[in-house]
């Protein structure tokens, strides 16, 4: 029998870019549930936004979170009120990655603001999200998005000094986010191989989808990565993978339509 997982970032691919609206893509969601394919929430967001999303669209599958630093999953794979998930960590602690920052910002007088250094009112106006959701984004783990207003010449020498501090920086779809080296392809074959051990007569069909530079590591590791449209940055280089297919359409809508031609496609 063969059955799809699939990989997904949320800003700009399951979610829209400036409403943060999930909406669109319900058909294809409930398309999922139906032929229980899991979904995998694999995104730069934090553990507590995802959970909130996931409750949200009703996922119960595992999930991986501020760009492959944190593996949420059990060995069920699944979780409810019985059986939840557990951590698992890639990376450097938060605490070390702001005192990082603040050393090199200090020493070097980078115009730089990581969320660390500003208040919830001031994210939220950053952002455009709500109380809540701007709340969830301040409790990090183990990755600091921040906003870079210095010049490229400079982004440069910090990108090689993180070297130094065994630290490196991604670029999202807002903003870079500093980090251990690690990627939000990572987990995907962990992943893979817990479900292949609980299924072993399926035939997996792995798809991914992503919008920006940051999941160029998820979309390599896929059997049929999926580049969801982007007006509001650069395009990454994708002519190195195979089987990509590119959407018409932005965010959700986009998700919505490659899913579910990905389903009568490859599924049958």
Known sequence: MKKMIVFSDLDGTLL????????????????????????IINSSKT????????????????????????????????????????AMYFTKPYEYLRETLNALKCKYNYEMTGFGDIDLETLMNLT?????????????????????????????????????????????????????????????????????????????????????FNDIPMLELVDYPILIRNSHGKRPVTSHLKNLTESEQEGPSGWNSEILKMIKTTTG
């Not at 909406?23 to 409930?30: F, G, K, V, Y």
């Not at 986010?177 to 035939?203: A, R």
């Open 16 to 39: 829209d870019h400036n409403n943060y609206e999930w909406t669109p893509a319900t058909d294809a969601i409930n398309l999922l549930k139906k032929n229980n394919f899991p979904l």
């Open 47 to 86: 553990s507590t936004e995802i959970s909130l999303i996931r409750k949200d669209i009703g996922n119960t599958d595992p999930y991986i979170c501020e760009n492959g630093a944190v593996l949420h999953f059990n060995e069920n794979m699944t979780e409810s009120s019985s059986d939840t998930f557990y």
């Open 128 to 212: 455009g999200l709500n109380k809540i959701n701007a709340s969830a984004a301040k409790s990090r783990e183990a990755t600091e998005p921040l906003k870079w207003n210095d010049t490229e010449e400079s982004l440069n020498l910090f990108i090689k000094q993180l070297k130094d501090y065994e630290l490196t920086l991604t670029k999202g779809g807002r903003f870079y986010h500093l980090m251990s080296p690690v990627s939000k392809g990572d987990s995907i074959d962990f992943v893979l191989n817990k479900y292949k051990e609980i299924e072993p007569d399926t035939e997996w069909i792995t798809v991914g989808l992503g919008d920006s």
